[in-house]
């Protein structure tokens, strides 16, 4: 089993709708949760982190970590074509050294 | 505010050849600096991690070795490149104890 899992998609959407992408993550000690952001031919940016359970919102996104299922998400509110891209999740390891990332989700935002 | 810098863009490389890719930051000291592959359908593939100067951890064995002979500076090599060497690298830096990750334009590298 993967440590951090992540459905690749695609995943097409109409303009203004409400995006959810999802990650399952495997080693119950993992506590730190970044999502990354991924345009063609670019290197990720760094959206968002959390730590532990709980949500955190900026702007149109949140991001929702459950510790107790093991899920990590990215809620996108009203979409824009300009948030096509491959979002990437990732956790920090147990030994704190490395981010482990999930393969991504490609995102198409259609006008 | 900090800037991450990767060349050459882009590079086409017979099979055999010795690879040279050069990473630098500028705009904060001590960086933990981070080499990844990214492959179709593959994700990001940590393949090497730097605390400081001369201090490389190796995650995955293969034909590339990393340097750090600056504090910001990180360079991949290759003595002779595989067909399967091919990919987007990207370097990374990050600062801190929750690691957060920034990473650079990316290498693209086509191995013929």
Known sequence: QKEVEQDPGPLSVPEGAIVSLNCTYSNSAFQYFMWYRQYSRKGPELLMYTYSSGNKEDGRFTAQVDKSSKYISLFIRDSQPSDSATYLCASLNQAGTALIFGKGTTLSVSS | ?112
């Open chain 2, 1 to 112: 505010s900090q800037t991450i810098h990767q060349w050459p863009a882009t590079l086409v490389q017979p099979v055999g050849s010795p690879l040279s890719l050069e990473c630098t930051v500028e705009g904060t000291s001590n960086p933990n600096l981070y080499w990844y592959r990214q492959a179709a359908g593959r994700g990001l593939q940590l393949l090497f991690y730097s605390v400081g100067i001369g201090q490389i951890s190796s995650e995955v064995p293969q034909n590339l070795s990393a340097s750090r002979p600056q504090d910001r500076q990180f360079i991949l090599s290759s003595k002779k490149l595989l067909l399967s060497d091919s990919g987007f690298y990207l370097c990374a830096w990050s600062v801190g104890p929750y690691n957060e990750q920034f990473f650079g334009p990316g290498t693209r590298l086509t191995v013929l």
